[in-house]
């Protein structure tokens, strides 16, 4: 979408710039611009005001040259015209084939003429895929750029500020983060911004702000009630309504995605970017934010009682508040994983960097007849647990966290108690997390039990 700019004012000694904007928020987008003429866009569903004042709009065919989407839409337009042409064409030579033919057959004309009238309609078949192929391709164009396959355009024209309202879906955001491992105990986090514009409306804006708030808050009273205290009185059962000054506080909303631009980070999903060119070509544009260093502290982690595998996860206390959990992660520079995975644990954020194929961690059942159960007067004491098979298949020593668990009770009626752990170091922590720092020897092969007791009536009947 071209827009105006003004130029300079000599004759005041100033300039005037009519400046247009763009707000992206979480149900709509408003983008204002000074428009050159009444095209908007190959798009539908979209509300315009003319200096705040609301002005119908309406499809047509009209679609002025030197709009990169007029380009796109006069493609189709023509596109369409060849298409038909083709298949009057193939109507027009089967006619031809069906007409009375003379008495006095010339048989080399008559071959001469079925040699043409065959070369023909190969040719217009072959004309006819290779226009159906290119007609696929173009739908697919319009569905990934546009809303319409038609132009919109204002039935009045508007020479000054012009708003438009686009719904929810038709320019998205979302914030990118990468992870540089720099190998002297520093991680380096760039964050990114994803724009996406799938409107039909090229976007150019001299001013762009992205929110992760929605513009229509629906805000109720909130009324003081009593709380009444009164004689409590025979349950009635009956279908609860809503009370006419119940609070509520904000609408659900699904949370959805030139020269060089760079965001400008506001505050927590916040940003704001300056001069974007944002065409509707359904392709994500990433603008940089900013990036920071801060040490990291990585090692190799396992949790048995889940899954086998040991993973790498590096933490460190961000700088900023993190909005995305998505990572691509590097090493020295080095792309390791396009989808690495991150959370807030504690005063950290771990990062979930990567496998690690050559340490193996099996996690098997100590078998029934090894465990020890018996009465106790009325209690029951049951002992359980289970091995951890570990091994190093590199020819580094490697040093990792395991972290397993033993059952935890919910009532006093039921006691559980850690027996022993033999073959590693550990620590129990709340909650029944036993956690064994170990480090093995290239090639090793580790084995650790762990075995706990339950305590509890014998009349009680106990899962887990």
Known sequence: MK??????????????????????YQDKTLYTYTPENSFIGLTKNVKAECERQSVAVQSGIDCPPGERLCALFSESRSLEGLIRTNAENSKILDKLVTLPQPNAIDATSWIEAARSVAKEKAALMTEREKLAYKNK??????????RSTLPLILEKPCKKELTLTLPYGYVTFKPLY???LQGNGQIEVTQKLSLLNRSGVDIEADKAHFYNTTANVHLYPVHFNPWVVSEARAYMPRKKALAANDAVMEEKVTFATAPASKATYLQSREYSVINLNLPSTGEAKEVPVMSWKVPVNCALESY?????????VCRFTPKLQIEQRRWKFFEKGKLVNESAVGEYDGNFYALYTKLDQDIRVVRKPIVEKERESGIFGSTVKKKDGFRLEVLNKSDKAKKLRIVERIPVSTTDKIKVKLLSVKGAEYSLKKEGKVVMPVTLKPHERREIEVLFELSYDKDLKVTY
Do not use: C, D, H, I
């Not at 048995?304 to 790498?312: M, N, Q």
């Open 178 to 180: 990468e992870a540089n």
């Open 3 to 24: 827009r105006v700019m003004l130029l300079p004012l000599l004759a005041f000694g100033s300039s005037l710039l009519m400046a247009s904007q763009l707000a992206v």
């Open 304 to 312: 048995p009682y889940r899954r086998a595998g040991v993973f790498e």
């Open 137 to 146: 391709a173009l739908k697919q164009r319009f569905a990934r750029e546009t």
